[in-house]
């Protein structure tokens, strides 16, 4: 097992240190673990990039602005395609919070293993709120989005780290993330613009070369989602143990290395 977070290794530290340590932890787990996150990724994400690029292709192609109505049903889309966006990534960070710290008699467990170990229903429910609360967080005001992000991030891995049920797990990830805002939305929010930055890049480049249709966008963004969603999960699921080092004293521990599948 590799070391996880230490109550001594949390002393006070500039913002700046402990950013930059945490997304070196970061990379180092991406790097040792992708071949178990990136397909865990691909079951998770060839299903749901369908799901997603549905509104992406209607964002993309068909808004038109010429009355209320449309108006409204521009306004519609938006808020399908930042729920949709979302939906998938707090779900699969609770799969990785199981590979990367669940104790399975000293080793990792297998990609298989993992997907019988998901607390589905739970999880499930967890992601549409979390995507609900944020998409209509963002499409009203922008801020009350921005908090739904950041204080709900880490209730997926609590679910599959400390075993918690929907309103005890959203309840503990706001309790986590208070008092560190500001170093959670540094930690998290970053990753998520850059990653959204990516898929919308490279759809739009795939719309410019080849065609506007569902498949391409389709396999754009599922090809950006398995490539870049796991980054993200990392770091929730990284940040998730500190911020229970900080609040309980101890934590589960990190593999350190992934099983076979």
Request: a negative charge.
């Given at each position: ?17 402990r950013l930059v340590g945490l997304y070196g932890r970061i990379g180092r787990t991406y790097m040792a673990w992708a071949r178990v996150l990136l397909p865990l990724a691909v079951v998770v994400f060839v299903p749901l990039g369908l799901v997603h690029a549905i509104p992406v292709h209607v ?203």
């Amino acid at each position: 097992m590799a070391d996880g977070p230490n109550p001594d290794d949390m002393r006070p530290l500039s913002s700046r240190r402990r950013l930059v340590g945490l997304y070196g932890r970061i990379g180092r787990t991406y790097m040792a673990w992708a071949r178990v996150l990136l397909p865990l990724a691909v079951v998770v994400f060839v299903p749901l990039g369908l799901v997603h690029a549905i509104p992406v292709h209607v964002e993309a192609t068909s808004f038109d602005l010429d009355d209320g109505i449309r108006v409204f049903g521009a306004g519609l889309a938006l808020l399908l395609l930042a729920m949709t966006g979302l939906l998938g990534e707090i779900f699969y960070t609770g799969a990785v919070a199981i590979a990367l710290t669940h104790p399975h008699g000293g080793e990792p467990p297998s990609l298989r293993e993992v997907a019988r170990m998901v607390d589905y229903r739970t999880l499930i429910v967890v992601d549409l709120i979390f995507g609900i609360l944020v998409a209509v967080g963002f499409v009203a005001l922008v801020i009350p989005g921005i908090l739904a992000f950041v204080y709900l991030s880490p209730a997926a891995p609590v679910v599959e780290i400390e075993h918690r049920g929907v309103r005890a797990a959203l309840a503990r990830s706001a309790s986590l993330v208070r008092g560190r805002f500001w170093y959670v939305l540094a930690a998290l929010v970053p990753i998520e613009i850059a990653s959204d930055a990516i898929g919308s890049v490279a759809t739009h480049l795939v719309y410019s070369l080849f065609s506007d249709s569902v498949l391409a966008a389709w396999l754009t963004d599922t090809a950006s989602n398995i490539l870049l969603t796991p980054i993200y999960a990392v770091a929730a699921v990284l940040l998730t143990l500190d911020l229970i080092v900080e609040k309980d004293g101890s934590s589960p521990r990190l593999h350190s290395t992934p099983s076979g599948p």
